[in-house]
């Protein structure tokens, strides 16, 4: 099974719009992180958010939120006030295991944002 | 340094040629991670250096691959007879802890196999 799904390969936002990207993930590990990427089409891969499995509130940071649903194994991103920059591939990614072991993130497929002017 | 570094940036090497890449993590990075990104997909993971604990290659796809770190900082990896279908785009990642901001990827080095 997979580890983490993300559903949408490509999504439309209008400029200011929210939009919400989403990812489910699979686990039998009680403790783990879940992270969200950006990547423009440089290449780069640049950090957004994080999510600790034992974290009571939601993560947020600036523009992103993350709709952590731990019973539905659901974290999905959520982007307020879309911008142009903001047209990219979003990557989902689960680490299994706590913080401090430093274990390797999996990844999902990905969504594919466009923003509309 | 500031980030972590991979070399060279683009690779374009002949089918059945052995390369090498190279990362060099962030320095005190005790965890060193190598990924695989083919066009318009995920990231596949390769292989995981922790400490000075064994390696993690469970994600290596074949034994034409292989990777090393030595000193506990800059890390190698091989690939060996090179395929078609190796022509990917290699990423490299390090942390000290996988915490919320504890992973770094390096700007990775696209390799194209003709």
């Known amino acids: 099974a997979q580890k983490i799904t993300q559903t949408q390969p490509g999504m439309f936002v209008q400029e200011k719009e929210a939009v919400t990207l989403d990812c489910t993930y699979d686990?039998?590990?009680?403790?783990?992180?879940l992270f969200w990427y950006k990547q423009p089409s440089s290449g780069e891969m640049i950090f957004l958010i994080y999510?600790?499995?034992?974290?009571?509130q939601n993560a947020t940071e600036g523009r992103y939120s993350l709709n952590f649903q731990k019973a539905r194994k659901s974290a999905n991103l959520v982007i307020s006030a879309s911008q142009l920059g903001d047209s990219a591939m979003y990557f989902c990614?689960?680490?299994?295991?706590?913080?401090?072991?430093?274990?390797?993130?999996?990844f999902g497929g990905g969504t594919r944002l466009m923003v509309k002017p | 340094g500031a980030g972590v570094s991979q070399s060279p940036s683009n690779k374009v090497t002949e089918k059945g040629k052995d390369v090498e890449l190279r990362c060099d993590p962030i320095?005190?990075?005790?965890?060193l991670y190598w990924y695989r990104q083919s066009l318009g997909q995920g990231l596949e993971f390769l292989i995981y250096?922790?400490?000075?604990?064994?390696?993690?290659k469970s994600g290596l796809p074949s034994d034409r691959f292989s990777a090393e770190r030595t000193g506990g900082s800059v890390s190698t990896l091989t690939i060996q007879r090179t395929q078609q279908e190796d022509s990917a785009v290699y990423l490299c990642?390090?942390?000290?802890?996988?915490?919320?901001?504890?992973?770094?990827f390096g700007s990775g080095t696209r390799l194209t196999v003709v």
């Open positions: 686990t039998s590990d009680p403790s783990y992180g």
């Open positions: 250096f922790q400490g000075n604990s064994a390696p993690d």
């Open positions: 990642a390090s942390s000290l802890f996988g915490g919320f901001d504890g992973y770094t």
């Open positions: 999510q600790g499995s034992y974290d009571q």
């Open positions: 320095s005190g990075h005790t965890a």
């Open positions: 990614a689960m680490r299994e295991g706590p913080g401090n072991a430093g274990n390797m993130l999996t």
